[in-house]
Structures are given as C-alpha cells and as structure tokens.
C-alpha cells in the first residue's frame, strides 16, 4: 500500500531542530540526520541533532520556568494536564498514524499507546487533589509531627523507541502535576512522534500563557542523554532502554549523588502448568511475542511448559504463529509490522543463530522476508524455538520475535527457571489451581515488579506501578504512589508549647 508521509498532519516543517521549550518554536545548533520509516522505506524528514550548548540553554530556561510552576498550586496544575489530555484526544488519530510509520507498530497499538497518554492524564489530575502526606504523633507533649511533599524542580525523562510517547507521558504527566519541569531527551530512532507531541502541547501552553521552558524537548543521541544524567542540575533522571543504558546513566547520577528511577531491560516468561485453560493461554503468548514485533519491554520471550502438555501447547502455538499476517503496520489486517531497523534484524538473526549453536531447535519462523511490500528490510517472521533451559542465550533479552519453548516437571521447577535470569520485570501463570497461582504470587513465587495470574506478561495498566526488580532497574512509573519518586519528602514538627523538650527525653540545662 501506498503510504503518505503523516507529517503534514501536524503542520510541522522540514528539517526539524533539535530543540523545543514549549512556546517559542523550534531551535538547534546540531547537523541535520534523515529519519527512515521501517514500513517502507521512505524518508519522514530530516531532524537537527542537539549540541551540548543547546542543552545548557533548554536548563536554562527550564529553571526559569520552574520557579513559576512550583507556586501555582496542585489543583491548577492537574487542570493544565487536563487540557493536554484533552488535545491528544483531538489528535488521537494522526499522532497514532504517526507512531505506527515511524516505529513500525500496528496502528491499534499506536492508537492504543496515544490512549495511555491520555488516560495518564486523567489519572494525573485526580492525583493533583491527592498529594498527600502523613500526621504522627510526636513523643513531645504539645508538639505536632508531620511530613509534607515538595516539587523536586527538573525532571530528565530519556525514553525508547518502542513507546515513542506513551512512557513520556507517565513520567511527564505526573511529574508536572508534581510541580516539576520536564526535559525530555526522546530515542534518536523516533524524534518525529515526539516532536509531534510537543506540537500538541504548544496549544495548551500559549492558550494558559505559561512560561516558556515548562516542558522541553531535546533530540540528539547517546551524547546528550550522558550529559543530561551528568548535569547535576537535573533533580530526577527517569530513563527508560536496556540494561546498558541504564547501568552507564545510573553510575552518572550516583556521582553526583542524583536521583535516578530506571526502567530497564525484562526477559519475561509465562508458566503454563496442566491446569491452564489454554483458550486463554495461547492467545496471551502469541500476543506477549508476537505485539509490537517482540519489541516491548514486556514482551513474553519465555514459554515455561510442563513436560505433559508440551505437545500440545506446541501443535497449538505452531498453528497459531502460521496465522499471523504480517506486512504494513497501517493496514489494520495485519498482525505484527516490521522490526525498528535493520540493526535489530541483524540481532534477530544472530540471536537465533546462537540458540542452535546452543542446542535449540526452530519450530517455525527464521525468515527476514523479502519482496515489494517487504523492501525496507526490516520484516522477519516470528520465531519458536525450543531449547534447553540452562542455555546462555535464554538469559539474555532480545529485542525481537523470538520465543524460548522450555519445559519442567514441578511447580517450584518452573518458578526456579523462571527467576534464574538477571531481569525481574513481567511475569505471569496460566492455571485454574488456586494454590498454584497463589504460590506464583507470594514471595516464594515470582521474584518480578509484575505478576499475573491468567493474562500475559505484555501491557499494564495506568493505575498499577509499572516497573521491575533486579536488572530491570527497580523504578516504579505511572500509577498507585509512584508519584514520590517525582517529590522530596520532608519530615515537619511544629511545637506549640511554652517549653522546649527535648526528643529522647534529654536534658540539656543551661
């Protein structure tokens, strides 16, 4: 199918710079680099990459702006949010058309994914009414104890290719209401979607005459993202990518002694014991592996079976993989569009070249598809593998359509196998065995920041925290009290008497 470039949707021109501090336009310094579609091929634009000097400017003005926000009080902050919901509701469409060119997702998801943007707003303006801290009692008579939550100042959100706005948004919506100023430095593989979004935004911030430098865009690469977790004006740095990534941007704000929330790589399994309904089961995996090409943080990349309906989970899933269609993302009959870039098919080959390597038997998949609708180079075929467990490459995540087929004989087996990995991000079991499921759950089950019982390991809800354990970071993002990583407590006592005691019962007489 033809596609038309989706940029014109929102009247942006181009080359696009690299900068935006939300009300005067766009600026950068840096060289121009063309952004490539995955679906076909073609050329998005052209985008200017940021300089170091562009970086001090947009804290500049950030700091600036800071200053303003913090005095408006919480209730008028979520009702800014409320009208940035409201314009990505309008542009619900366009920016999720957008997404699924640039990144390669299909467009339910790409719709699905602006859908989290706003439903994070939503969330956020209850939460403006809701920052809430605690009384206690003091052991001081005539004494009250308190503890209250402030804005931190500037917050340095760094997210994926993957979910080009979504992620963002958890950080930025609730961080504003917070009180705080956002810097956002997107994945240099999609800068259109988010130079999309802070096009949206422009509208709300100029209709409420809100100071320039409140929530700030910066594109550039590797360089920019260092020296923005470097910067020790960044009070918070919430970064979002692989397990690399994020041990180099955690050791750069420990030396300053930052703040730092991480969200990191997720080597996700499913247990399907005997008891598992498999009409539910099999359509979870194939989605968990399958969605977004694999390409999820919690993407299912390990299928834990037990060893007496191995066969048939396998003749199932088998059968269901030969039914996926893929091809253009913008087409909604297709199932599964292209991976990000030919750098990620060249890991999907390698990674499946090493699992025969390492006794690992293909199943079905192993193709990069070629051909007119496939000319971009960038479409494979989802891949079953089934292996043993103790191979080296199971250990390892794989951003791609591979599934690892394993198997065991016991419950305690199955949790040992699937906790045995470096990530602790998303889990899940499929059985109808009440002390199954609730063994999966207590603390002798899954060692991850997320366990379901019969639905996936992919997607989460915006009310839940969302974060993982162990090389996943151990960050928590969007929902229940996630917002205090985006504030800094502080421990309050007031006395009201005409005496001065002392904590602990001290005397202290002069």
């Not at 996700?268 to 390409?295: E, Y």
């Not at 396998?314 to 991976?339: C, F, R, W």
């Not at 989460?460 to 407590?489: H, L, N, P, Q, V």
């Amino acid at each position: 199918m033809k596609t038309v470039n989706p940029l014109h949707r929102f009247s942006l021109r181009s080359p696009y710079a690299s900068v935006s501090t939300g009300r005067k336009g766009w600026r950068g310094e840096g060289d121009s680099r063309a952004i490539v579609s995955p679906v076909d091929g073609g050329k998005l634009g052209e985008v200017k990459v940021a300089t170091s000097i562009d970086l001090n400017k947009v804290i500049q003005s950030a700091r600036i702006a800071s200053k303003i926000w913090m005095d408006k009080p919480a209730p008028e902050r979520g009702d800014i949010v409320r009208q940035i919901g409201n314009a990505f509701r309008n542009h619900k469409e366009d920016l999720g058309y957008l997404i699924s060119y640039e990144m390669g997702k299909s467009l339910q998801e790409s719709w699905g994914e602006v859908q989290e943007v706003i439903d994070i707003c939503d969330f956020a303006v209850g939460l403006s009414r809701q920052l809430y801290g605690l009384t206690m009692h003091s052991e001081r008579a005539d004494h009250r104890m308190y503890e209250q939550w402030h804005p931190l100042g500037l917050v340095g959100i760094i997210s994926a290719f993957n979910f080009p706005v979504a992620v963002w948004a958890w950080n930025a919506m609730i961080s504003l209401v917070c009180g705080n100023v956002c810097i956002w430095k997107p994945s240099e593989k999609t800068p259109f979607s988010a130079l999309a979004c802070q096009h949206i935004i422009q509208e709300v911030l100029e209709d409420n005459d809100l100071p320039e430098g409140l929530i700030n865009l910066i594109i550039g690469d590797r360089r920019i993202g260092a020296a923005l977790a470097s910067n020790p004006a960044i009070d918070l740095i919430s970064a979002t990518g692989s397990t690399v990534m994020g041990k180099q941007v955690a050791q750069s704000v420990a030396a300053r002694l930052g703040k730092s929330l991480l969200e990191l790589g997720g080597n996700n399994a499913i247990i399907i014991t005997p008891d598992a309904d498999l009409q539910l089961a099999i359509p979870a995996i194939v989605f968990g592996a399958v969605g977004t090409s694999g390409q999820r943080c919690t993407s299912t990349r390990r299928l834990i079976i037990h060893k007496d309906i191995y066969p048939t989970v396998v003749e199932k899933l088998i059968t269901a993989y030969h039914q996926i269609k893929i091809g253009s993302p913008l087409d909604i009959n297709n199932h599964m569009g292209p991976l990000i870039d030919v750098h990620a098919v060249e890991k999907y080959k390698s990674a499946i070249h090493q699992a025969q390597l390492q006794k690992g038997k293909v199943l079905t998949g192993n193709e990069v598809l070629s051909g007119h609708e496939y000319h971009s180079g960038c479409y494979v075929r989802p891949t079953l593998i089934q292996i043993p467990s103790h191979a080296p490459i199971v250990q390892e995540e794989t951003f791609a359509p591979i599934l690892y087929l394993l198997t065991y004989h016991s419950l305690e087996e199955a949790i040992e196998i699937q906790n045995e990995v470096k990530q602790g991000l998303s889990s899940a079991i499929f059985t109808l065995n009440m002390r199954e499921a609730e063994t999966f759950l207590s603390h002798r089950g899954s060692d991850c920041g997320i366990a379901n019982v019969n639905i996936g390991t992919s997607g989460a809800e915006i009310g839940g925290a969302f974060g993982g354990e162990k090389e996943t970071g151990g960050g928590r993002e969007s929902g229940s009290d996630s917002w205090k990583a985006y504030m800094r407590r502080q421990t309050c006592t007031s006395n009201w008497s005409k005496k001065l005691p002392l904590a602990q019962g001290i005397k202290f007489n002069l």
